[in-house]
């Protein structure tokens, strides 16, 4: 059953072919979108198909997955609920990740693409072409900057228009302080990048203040025992440093308040335990969840606000004004589909709401206004906490 919600429109992206949402962000009457999609698909009519009962493609290529794969497309929509939305940038991709400033003017765009009908090359690890475009008009013209097509975006993050990082596989982070036309390698904190070559943080957030934080998991380091590590990265630092050790945990987010005038809260979102283990086929993943905090002063104290049911698959968090807290989870241990659950709390975490939701396409929630959207098919819905 869905709680508090109120529809804004029935007919959100209609018109924008294939379907799907994608990432939204709702301002008054405007929205602006970050989707990837397939390519669109038709079918033949009835009269020109060999057997009646079998549906067929209008063309070849469409039954060839690898090649609907490389066929799938990054794009930029901008619009009005009134007048609908309008591609403003297309390009080819599977992956994509954008950051935009507050009043929409500035937008970065990632997008990531894998040749899907290339051969196998002998480690595995297909190449990614990633590139990176600007919009300094509210998305409606874009450049290309300067970006070597090996190093996969998985985040953009910055502080302005002009400053900030980009994070990738490895993991690896660069900095820009000219609106990306160049970049500086960052080294990440000590183990961040042993393991697999497509590694990544297990977590990242940018404070308020533009305090960079990663979160990732090590078996050990010095003193240090199956523990997730939290670094802290200001802009005027060359290296990172260490800000809290939460031990015996797995971080699944990192989220800081939206306060701006001096100090703040950060909340983990973690699994209590190890890593799960895919080379164990009786470790299904299944972990007691917590939700930790702590300031963003030097070696703050870390308090543990709540534990979730070990039967919860965690999945996101957000943090908004005046103690509103949203834990995104999946319960998939019973019968029939898995259900996605929606955890509120609207007093610091010191009591929760527990709100079944249904499946959503789509949404986000604006820490600014403490609302939060959910698309469901065409129909968008909001709630203000």
């Known amino acids: 059953m869905t709680t508090g919600w109120e529809t804004v429109t029935t007919t959100f992206a209609k018109g924008d072919k294939p379907y799907g949402g994608g990432a939204f962000r709702v301002r008054g009457n405007d929205i602006i979108s970050l989707k990837t999609s397939g390519p669109e698909l038709k079918f033949k009519p009835a009269r020109e198909l060999k057997d009646p009962d079998v549906a067929e493609f209008t063309e070849a290529w469409m039954d060839d997955s690898s090649e609907r794969l490389n066929r799938r497309t990054v794009a930029f929509l ?22 935009y400033s507050k009043d929409w003017r500035t937008v970065y765009v990632s997008t990531g ?56 596989w490895g993991p690896h982070a660069w900095r820009t302080a000219d609106g990306g036309q160049s970049w ?43 523990s997730s590590l939290i670094y802290r990265l200001a802009w005027d630092q060359q290296d990172f440093e260490p800000d809290v050790v939460l031990p015996n945990q797995t971080v699944v987010d ?14 983990a979102l973690s699994r209590l335990g190890a890593p799960r283990n895919w080379d164990d086929a009786n470790d299904k993943g299944h972990r007691t969840g917590a939700l930790s905090t ?44 898995p259900r996605d659950l929606t955890f509120i709390s609207k007093n610091f975490g010191k009591s929760w709401d527990n709100l079944k939701d249904g499946t959503a396409q789509g949404g986000y929630f604006d820490p ?8 469901f098919a065409y129909t968008l819905k909001k709630r203000k906490l």
Do not use: C
Not at 78 to 99: E, I, P, S, Y
Not at 309 to 329: I, N
Not at 368 to 375: G, I, K, R
């Open 294 to 337: 702590w300031g963003n002063s030097q070696r703050p104290d870390v308090h543990q606000l709540h534990t979730f049911d070990e039967h919860l698959m965690l999945d996101g968090l957000s943090v908004g004004q005046q103690g509103a807290l949203l834990v995104y989870a999946t319960d998939a241990t019973g019968d029939g589909a």
């Open 78 to 99: 901008k619009g009005t609920f009134n007048g609908g939305l309008t591609r403003t940038f297309q390009q080819r991709g599977q992956d994509a990740a954008w950051w």
């Open 368 to 375: 600014d206004t403490n609302t939060q959207y959910a698309l």
């Open 184 to 226: 500086h390698e960052i080294k990440v904190p000590p183990l961040a990048d042993v393991g697999k070559p497509r590694k990544t943080f297990d977590a990242v957030n940018l404070g308020p203040d533009g305090v960079l934080r990663v979160a990732y998991y090590v078996e050990q380091l010095g003193e240090v025992k199956t």
């Open 254 to 267: 990192l989220q800081s308040s939206p306060e701006t005038t001096g100090s703040y809260s950060l909340y």
């Open 113 to 168: 693409w894998m040749d899907y009908k290339a051969p196998q090359p002998a480690d595995g690890l297909a190449p990614q072409i990633t590139k990176l475009w600007r919009s300094s008009d509210g998305g409606q013209n874009w450049t290309q900057l300067n970006w070597q097509e090996d190093h996969n975006i998985g985040q953009l993050l910055f502080l302005d228009s002009l400053r900030g990082y980009a994070i990738g």
